[in-house]
């Protein structure tokens, strides 16, 4: 149980394009996701904190309008990176938040390499 | 934002070997968990600590919650190729999970 997964796990974009990322709880419904970037050889970075049916939450210096987050269902948070320029070239990976009897554990997903010419 | 300061950067060892690994931070956190991150992958949840001083196992993993809630480690014993990832500590605060950088580990058959 408590699989998380993303779509897709890779896409090369040009710049100044946008392209979407979906995150799915495939068998519990998860009222909270997160994003996360990671450049390579570093560590996870959190984005921001996605929130079912209400606004996310943005980390200090993450561009709220830059990267769009729509948690519309239990069960999907999408990211969309908009105008997309090389910097953006990240590994991008999701969590999602289950109560695991003592704690909450945050589930993630594979990641998706995204890359920008 | 604030990271956790995770030593070693990497570590080459010869499979059978023990390896040991750390986290410290300026800050509580209520949880602190270690994750193991294949190439290309999400992390994955090895171990999970709430408690101050708590000791935990989990086959040939070990891990200790320090008694100041600032610190933690993970040992691994009697190591194997398989072992072979990223290790990384997290300290959780309310629900914000914050990484440390990371522990390189290349196991030699």
């Known amino acids: 149980g408590a699989v998380v997964s993303q779509h897709p796990s890779w896409v090369i974009c040009k710049s100044g394009t946008s392209v979407k990322i979906e995150c799915r709880s495939l068998?519990?419904?998860?009222?909270?996701m997160f994003w996360y970037r990671q450049f390579p050889k570093q560590s996870l970075m959190l984005m921001a904190t996605?929130?079912?049916?209400?606004?996310?939450?943005?980390e200090q210096g993450v561009e709220k309008d830059k990267f769009l987050i729509n948690h519309a269902s239990l069960t999907l948070s999408t990211l969309t990176v908009t105008s997309a320029h090389p910097e953006d070239s990240s590994f991008y990976i999701c969590?999602?938040?289950?109560?695991?009897?003592?704690?909450?554990?945050?589930?993630f997903g594979p990641g998706t390499r995204l890359t920008v010419t | 934002g604030q990271q956790l300061n995770q030593s070693p950067q990497s570590m080459f060892i010869q499979e059978g070997e023990d390896v040991s690994m750390n986290c410290t931070s300026s800050?509580?956190?209520?949880?602190w968990l270690w994750y193991k991150q294949d190439p290309g992958e999400g992390p994955v949840l090895l171990i999970a600590?709430?408690?101050?001083?708590e000791l935990t196992s989990n086959g040939r993993l070990t891990a200790q919650f320090g008694i100041t809630r600032k610190d933690s480690f993970l040992n691994i014993s009697a190591s194997i190729p398989s072992d072979v990832g990223i290790y990384f500590c997290?300290?959780?605060?309310?629900?914000?999970?914050?990484f440390g950088e990371g522990t390189q580990l290349t196991v030699n058959p």
């Open positions: 969590s999602a938040r289950d109560w695991a009897g003592l704690f909450y554990e945050q589930y």
């Open positions: 068998d519990f419904q998860a009222t909270t």
């Open positions: 996605s929130n079912e049916g209400s606004k996310a939450t943005y």
């Open positions: 800050s509580i956190f209520n949880t």
């Open positions: 600590l709430y408690k101050a001083g």
């Open positions: 997290a300290g959780q605060r309310g629900s914000r999970l914050t």
